[in-house]
């Protein structure tokens, strides 16, 4: 019995916590738009990617005119 003059007090603190752990991600924006980022992921991200791939055929193409015209070594020579 003595047990829940320890486990009541700490019950209530535990709510407290979480309370205002909710209230804080409430106040920061968390829950503003909850139907947005589940519709991105239906989306393509063609543009994105080809960016990129346009990004590293030009870091490939700077990369052989600064070779001395000897081939690149693998790893398995």
Known sequence: MDIIYVLV????ALLAIAVAIFFWAVK????DDLDSPAHK????????LNERREDSVETD????????????????D
Do not use: T
């Open 61 to 76: 193409s700077d990369a052989d005119s600064e070779s001395d015209g000897e081939p690149e070594k693998s790893k398995n």
């Open 28 to 31: 920061g924006g968390q829950f």
């Open 41 to 48: 992921i239906l989306f393509d991200d063609d543009e994105y």
């Open 9 to 12: 007090p700490l019950s209530i």
